[in-house]
Every structure is written in structure tokens, then in C-alpha cells.
């Protein structure tokens, strides 16, 4: 994907919706294009609960692919001065805490509902590392209440027709008030 295209299309939005910012960096993260937005009032780019931050990155992605004629939206995260980088980070550390009580426990614990992108962070984040290993997610539920459950892999396997046993569900987890 053209990084200046990306930078052209989010530019012009900013100065249309009067957002002020100072500079747009590009980037490529593997399949993912970050945007990273410089800013002396990031909370007016982010919005409330990052509604605007979404909307923005929602719009970027349309644009570009009716711009550059392609089958499928590419892969874009807008961040606002680390704004979207810290809850990756929260989302990866709540992961690791909760590992931990899988481990102590043989419990499967299921995370708060999240997005799409956080639900993949998460299930990225327990394939990668050597530590978590023995672990191991699937997304359960539905719409916006599809949430990631964590377990062990050696966990027995649930026949046709037979009941789980019961998944721990933390209120409590530090996500509750995720942006996107």
C-alpha cells in the first residue's frame, strides 16, 4: 500500500474536521499499516472512548480502497501519540495475568468482550511467546459481546453433546473500558 496515499487521505480529513495535528508517520508492523498521528490535542483526534480515533481509522481504510481499486480494506491502526500502543499493551499484560491464573488453577478464564483488533492481539500474543506455550485461545459469543477465552491445551477435549465446564469470567480485568 502507497504510505503516501495513507498520509494524503488522513491529512486532508484532519484539516476538513479541523483536528489539529503536527505530523503523519507510516509504517508497516508485518500485515499491519500503522499511522502514527503527532498531536498537541490528541484528545480531540482521539474522541470520547476513541470514537473519533475509530471513525477516522474506519474512513482511512475506505477511502484508500476505493482510491487504490482494491478487493479488500487494508489493514490500518491509527494512533494518536501511543494512545492505541498502551492498550495493545494492556491488553497483552491482562493476557499474561490471566495466563498465570490458568496455570495456578487449570481454570479457563474468558477476558472482557472485546474488538476484533484486540481479540487477534490476544490471540497472537499466547501463540508467539515460548512462555505460554501450554496455552491456548478461541473467541466465544457473539457481535460485541465475543470475548477470548484462555486455556490449557491439555485440557480435555469437549465431545459432541457433552457440557463445559464452567468459564471464569473476571469483571475486574482492566479492560473494561477499551477503545476499540
Do not use: C
Amino acid at each position: 500500500m502507497d504510505h503516501t496515499l495513507i498520509k494524503d487521505i488522513l491529512g486532508r480529513l484532519l484539516k476538513d474536521l479541523d483536528l489539529p495535528f503536527k505530523n503523519v508517520e507510516v509504517g508497516e508492523e508485518g500485515d499491519i499499516l500503522r499511522v502514527d498521528i503527532s498531536s498537541d490535542e490528541p484528545s480531540r483526534i482521539i474522541g470520547w472512548h476513541g470514537e473519533t480515533l475509530n471513525s477516522l481509522q474506519h474512513l482511512v481504510k475506505s477511502i484508500a480502497r476505493s482510491q487504490a481499486k482494491l478487493e479488500r480494506s487494508p489493514f490500518i491502526v491509527l494512533d494518536v501519540d501511543g494512545y492505541r500502543r498502551m492498550q495493545e499493551d494492556k491488553v497483552r499484560a491482562v493476557a499474561e495475568q490471566k495466563a498465570d491464573f490458568v496455570r495456578r488453577t487449570g481454570s479457563r478464564v474468558a477476558l472482557a468482550p472485546m474488538s476484533p483488533y484486540f481479540r487477534r492481539i490476544v490471540h497472537m500474543h499466547v501463540t508467539n511467546p515460548p512462555t505460554l506455550q501450554d496455552l491456548t485461545t478461541e473467541s466465544v459469543g457473539e457481535g460485541e459481546y465475543r470475548q477470548v477465552v484462555l486455556r490449557r491445551k491439555d485440557e480435555k477435549v469437549v465431545k459432541s453433546g457433552e457440557e463445559l465446564s464452567p468459564v471464569i469470567e473476571s469483571k475486574e480485568d482492566g479492560l473494561e473500558n477499551l477503545d476499540v
